[in-house]
């Protein structure tokens, strides 16, 4: 039998705001053990939430970026259950009107485009950690990450494999990032992953029972689970088994998900909407403020990168895969106003450099007003192709323009033909089997001879002059 | 001296006829005194308030002084308090010492008010006798056989016994009123959101605020200057600018329309409430005040709503109690579950498991939109009623409880009767209006009897001008018990 | 409408609250009485009335994202049950 895998994904997006999302307490990430957990964190007698209006901006700009509804009256509510890293023995969270619903983001796998709907996204507080570290046989509880803002974005089940849902994740993770709402830090949570997977057989229109993947911090966590699961699920339901709706942990040693004991006992979160909170009202003058002030979206950028520099599809998307990386090629490209030079330079290379050197863009050496000054050289026939490339060299390591480079190497292009028709002249009288080759209608000698003279000038002869020059001699 | 109002207190402090020290000293006697026959006050620190009064003389020998600088009060003991055990009346929070302030604890602290000690209540404010406290009963000083009514039960009785001239109190489903009412003292809860509740340890956050309770009427206004105000850290607090509570006390109550709701005199009134509330309407009458006969048609259905809502909001507001951070933890538990089974088995009283449970029970899955969502939209009716009636009056008028403080112990074992008998309080904290309860007269068995003012929206001043209108022509709020 | 023995059990555990198994049936049969007394609102009929969620029908007021609370943690585990190394203790989790 043939499966169809059906994935739906919950990301948790941690906010990037400096306080908590209801406490004047700092969001830092890694300080000592609950020294960021104030009385509300720690849920005290008589301590009262109050929202964050970062979070509430933050939240609407993604919604935005993902053409969803914004809800202009929202409800936080509670869900309610005991664990001993949620202090108040509830999650202050959204239920039946969450800030943002529906929307959709457009994913490429491969050549494809694919339109991945967006359920609904709400605003929550995460709950903070339990250390598992032997304490004479007892948790620690620290609650620093308590009442850390969160974006839980939830999409349709849309994805028919792991390769659809990592580019989802990777998409939604760069849109964040790109934003500005979330730094996209996985290694320290700030961007979690639960995966909902099933398997049916192809062609049937019900969905398969749904096993949900919790705490997926990398992509490639991310893609071994699903993988592993829907192995686990196929050979479960082909030897005559049954999927159990359950949550499954994944466990990167092993490589394998296994069922979450302790979250067995059925829940009863018994939402209700929290009687602290009155409902967010979200005026349209605000959502414009928000609109205004957000950045040109990566989708609409590599459109206009496409239109505007004449750029193929591959080098815009490559170009607007960071905020960062596609400011500095639009930096480079109107300080040269060459637009394809400069996605042939910034894709080229200076992605390799920096792959090279395993550094980002915005860490690069050579800024994007020097790699523009050589652009220009190259455009005004200063220095040649081959020029620029030992230009760029040097530049990288220095903090020199490539003006002072040139001058200083003496590496200006001869573009004085006098100069040239002296070299040439060499070039001719010292190569003489060449030449004949050429009279004789092998036009590939002339390509020989125009090396001959970029060798003799040390590559400062201008190529196109050289061979105009050569042309007009030997025919002559 | 010691049945001085607050008023008079401070004009006595300001003409330095007595020190702050020497003034909380004669209280801080008063209380040792009685509190042993009374169990009005959960924790008293003679010390520590001393220390307050010797700083409020250093203020008032500064020249700093305000109005109520010096002057002593009590402190129900659901105010968070720096420093003081803070136990809602909860073995849960026996040993909890506060290591913040609420902001009514902090306005009171601003004004210089002394604090004398933290009194008694029903626990987590969860009863009407002040009998569901961990400490055990507070006793009504006119008969200490009789409940002093409850939540607000210690507050009450240290203002009727003068072991305080003011105290602090919150009202949830009539915690302030119907205390008030059985101890013959005026008791004042705010319109919703008057108040800030931050601080105030939660029973049900969309009902709960706080109040005051004095002699007076006057004296009350006085108190809510001090505890009224916007804070940004309730997100419920009201964003007002803010208002003299005394300026209306002596307008004339010609014209006033006063409404009484034929429901609040039907069946299941008490004659002993029955004629004293009749005699306080003729009063007013003869004040000025027209009598308005009005409806509340839901006021019976706000018994099961409240009792589901309340419990509702109770049951998850009570849910930080899990032995982890502060207070109660069981001694010995097998696993982590059967550590909060116990903990909370042992840290709370039968009527607050009783609540959590019906409340656990309304939200669950299933069962929410018979209970909880059906509750809210009798809410919705009952207040409505409210907005109707208020076209055609400005204050209500009525009983503030069916009978005068039962016997300790009679309904002990029957949670349900308790919840019957809040019937003409709880429609007030549903719709969230101000309430009042002023003395008015007493039953046959010499227990007080309170008239219970209703105002609209914010217009607490409107009902101070009644109450206090009413108290300049007579004299209930000055008859003493004696102990 | 009537508790059974096993709906009162399974309140108890959802609400964390201990009861021994003698007692479940005294407890439920005061958490009765109270239901019945509850019922009386089903009688009402309340359809197209907008549920009354709180006293206020205004918008939440919202912060500004600025760090305002100190640590204050030594003052805050000097009252933990118990607590060690900056961390609350309980016992082990299993996951």
């Not at chain 2, 008032?60 to 105010?79: C, M, N, Q, S």
């Not at chain 3, 609250?17 to 005061?30: F, K, L, P, R, T």
Request: with cysteine; glycine share 8%.
């Amino acid at each position: 039998m043939k499966w169809e895998v059906v994935i739906g994904l919950e990301v948790h997006v941690q906010l990037s705001t400096v306080s908590k999302i209801f406490s004047g307490a700092s969001t830092a990430f890694g300080a000592e053990p609950n020294t960021q957990a104030s009385a509300v964190e720690l849920a005290y007698p008589g301590v009262l939430p109050v929202l964050n209006r970062a979070a509430v901006s933050r939240a609407i700009r993604l919604g935005l970026a993902l053409g969803s509804n914004i809800n202009r009256k929202n409800v936080f509510a509670r869900k309610n259950y005991f664990y001993p890293d949620l202090p108040k023995g509830y999650q202050i969270s959204q239920m039946d009107l969450p800030i943002v619903e529906g929307g959709h983001l457009t994913i490429q796998v491969g050549d494809e485009e694919k339109r991945i709907r967006v359920t609904r996204a709400h605003l929550e507080e995460d709950a903070g950690k339990s250390l598992h570290e032997d304490f004479h046989g007892m948790t620690g509880i620290d609650l620093n990450r308590a009442g850390t803002p969160l974006l839980e974005v939830v999409s349709e089940p849309d994805m028919r494999s792991g390769e659809e849902a990592v580019a989802y994740a990777r998409t939604l993770h760069s849109l964040v990032t790109w934003l500005g709402i979330c730094d996209g830090n996985m290694q320290e949570g700030s961007f979690r992953v639960d995966a909902n997977v099933s398997v049916r057989p192809f062609g049937q229109a019900e969905f398969g029972t749904r096993c949900e993947i919790k705490n997926l911090n990398s992509f490639r966590f991310l893609e071994a689970a699903i993988q592993y699961e829907v192995q686990r699920q196929t050979e479960l339901i082909e030897d005559g088994g049954r999927v159990v709706q359950e949550t499954r942990l994944y466990d990167p040693d092993r490589g394998e998900t296994r069922s979450m004991r302790s979250k067995e006992d059925a829940h009863d979160y018994r939402y209700f909407p929290d009687p602290d909170l009155l409902p967010v009202r979200i005026s349209e003058a605000q959502i414009e403020a928000e609109r205004i002030a957000m950045p040109e979206l990566p989708s609409a950028m590599k459109g206009r990168f496409m239109s505007e520099y004449g750029l193929s599809a591959y080098d815009a998307d490559l170009l607007t895969s960071s905020r960062e990386l596609a400011a500095y090629f639009e930096e480079v490209a109107r300080a040269s106003g060459q637009g394809k030079l400069a996605a042939n330079w910034v894709a080229g290379e200076i992605a390799a450099r920096l792959n090279r050197a395993g550094l980002s863009i915005a860490a690069c050496p050579l800024d994007a007003g020097r790699l523009a000054g050589l652009l220009a050289r190259l455009v005004d026939n200063t220095i040649s192709g081959k020029i620029a490339k030992d230009v760029f060299e040097l530049m990288w390591e220095s903090a020199d323009s490539a003006d002072a480079i040139i001058e200083a190497k003496g590496l200006r292009q001869i573009t004085d033909s006098g100069a040239i028709e002296s070299i040439v002249d060499e070039v001719i009288a010292a190569n003489a089997r060449s030449v004949e080759e050429f009279r004789a209608g092998k036009e590939k000698a002339l390509n020989a001879l125009v090396g001959q003279v970029m060798k003799a000038s040390k590559g400062k002869a201008n190529p196109a002059q050289a061979l105009e020059i050569l042309k007009k001699k030997l025919t002559a | 001296m010691i049945n001085s109002t607050l008023k008079a207190l401070s004009q006595q402090l300001a003409a330095k006829a007595i020190s702050s020290e020497e003034l909380a000293g004669l209280y801080l006697d008063r209380i040792e005194a009685a509190n042993p026959l009374l169990n009005a006050f959960i924790t008293v620190d003679r010390e520590r308030s001393l220390q307050l009064a010797r700083a409020a003389d250093a203020v008032r020998a500064r020249g700093e002084a305000g109005l109520l600088t010096g002057v002593p009060v009590a402190h129900k003991d659901i105010f968070c308090q720096q420093g003081w055990k803070t136990s809602c009346g909860s073995r849960m929070l026996d040993n909890f010492i506060s290591p913040y302030d609420a902001h009514v604890i902090e306005r009171c602290a601003q004004a210089g008010l002394v604090t004398l000690g933290r009194t008694n209540m029903d626990e987590f404010a969860m009863g009407s006798s002040t009998e569901n406290s961990w400490y055990g009963p507070a006793r009504n000083p006119w008969d200490r056989n009789a409940i002093p009514g409850g939540s607000s039960g210690g507050s009450a009785v240290a203002v009727a016994a003068r072991l305080a001239p003011a105290a602090t109190a919150t009202d949830t489903g009539g915690s302030i009123r119907q205390p008030a009412s059985h101890c013959g003292i005026t008791g004042l809860k705010p319109t919703y959101g008057v108040v800030s509740r931050y601080g105030m340890v939660a029973f049900a956050s969309s009902l709960d605020q706080g109040g005051v309770m004095a002699q007076t009427a006057e004296d009350c206004a006085l108190m809510l200057n001090t505890i009224a105000g916007f804070d940004e850290r309730d997100s419920t607090s009201v964003e007002r600018t803010g208002e003299d509570y005394t300026r209306k006390l002596g307008d004339s109550l010609a014209g006033l329309r006063v409404g009484l709701p034929r429901e609040y005199f039907a069946d299941g009134l008490s004659a002993d409430v029955a004629r004293v509330v009749e005699a306080a309407v003729a009063e007013l009458k003869k004040l000025g005040a027209e009598v308005v006969d009005i409806s509340l048609p839901n006021t019976e259905l706000s018994i099961p709503a409240y009792y589901v809502i309340a419990p509702a909001e109770a049951s998850t507001n009570l849910s930080r109690y899990d032995g982890v951070r502060y207070g109660h933890r069981a001694a010995e538990y097998r696993d982590l579950v059967d550590m909060y089974e116990r903990t909370r088995a042992e840290g709370f009283g039968r009527e607050v498991k009783r609540r959590i449970m019906v409340g656990t029970y309304v939200l669950s899955h299933g069962y929410y939109d018979a209970y909880y969502l059906k509750a809210q939209k009798i809410r919705r009716l009952v207040s409505d009623d409210f907005k109707a009636a208020f076209e055609s009056c400005d204050v209500i008028l009525g009983p503030v409880a069916p009978t005068a403080a039962f016997d300790l112990g009679a309904n002990a074992d029957d949670p349900l009767q308790m919840y019957l008998s809040d019937i003409y309080t709880l429609s007030v904290n549903l719709a969230g209006l101000p309430g009042m309860s002023v003395p008015a007269g007493f039953a046959a068995n010499g227990r007080p009897i309170g008239l219970q003012i209703i105002g609209n929206y914010f217009d607490e001043a409107r009902m101070l001008n009644v109450a206090h209108r009413f108290q300049q022509a007579t004299d209930w709020h000055r008859r003493v018990p004696a102990l | 409408m009537s508790l059974t023995h096993q709906d009162v059990a399974r309140i108890a555990k959802l609400a964390r609250i201990n009861v021994s198994d003698d007692e479940i049936d005294a407890v439920g049969a005061q958490l009765n009485t109270i239901f019945d007394m509850i019922a009386k609102m089903q009688a009402i009929d309340t359809d197209g009335v907008e549920p009354m969620t709180h006293p206020q029908d205004s918008a939440l007021r919202l912060r500004e994202d600025i760090v305002t609370e100190p640590d204050r943690r030594d003052a805050f585990m000097a009252i933990a049950p118990q607590a060690e190394a900056g961390l609350f203790l309980v016992p082990k989790v299993i996951e």
